[in-house]
């Protein structure tokens, strides 16, 4: 509850960065990449091009995003890419957002990515480990998400065998918020990808 109230009141002091990120994603030309990247701040964070220094990477991360708001800059993924990464959801989580609405925003977003990158290998990804308070829930969402990807003929990764500790949680060792990864959680999130990718790329 604490989380969620500090939340709401920081939202309208980081909203312009984050309206700022969106514009500058809107005004790029269209560019020829190899793996597109889309989520919320554990995406944007990603140093991605330095992570696959030999591929053209393009991130489309904003932090402090909800699946909704993903849904509202659907046009701005101006890219052709051979690999799609969807990650989105422990905002909406954060925030309260129904189950129910963050599956259907992202079925939306994941339809549209389908439509508008027809030959790519698209890849829907588990929301990732927390604190142990957050295990059910992220647990009952990753099923869904699961489905969607079925459903929809796309990728699903979960991710937790490569970022949970035994306890289904995010260890201290790849996390100092037990929210975003530092850099040996990168790495395993990079290997848990890489095969994907390279599989995509071909």
Known sequence: MFLRLLLRILR???EPARLQRKSQFAALPPVEADVLFVGDSITDLGLWNEWFPKLVTINRGISG???GQVLERLDTFSAS??????????NDLTLGVAEDQIVANVSTIVSHLVTSFAD???VV????PRSAKWKRRLDSLNVRYQKIASDLGVE???LWPALADSAGTLPKTISLDALHLN???YQKWVD???PTISRAIG
């Open 12 to 14: 309208p002091l980081v």
């Open 65 to 67: 995003e909800t699946s």
């Open 183 to 185: 850099g040996p959680g």
């Open 192 to 194: 848990a990808i890489s």
């Open 156 to 158: 699903y990764l979960d």
């Open 120 to 122: 790519a290998t698209i």
């Open 125 to 128: 990804q588990s929301v990732m």
């Open 81 to 90: 890419a051979k690999a799609v990464f969807l990650l989105i959801g422990t």
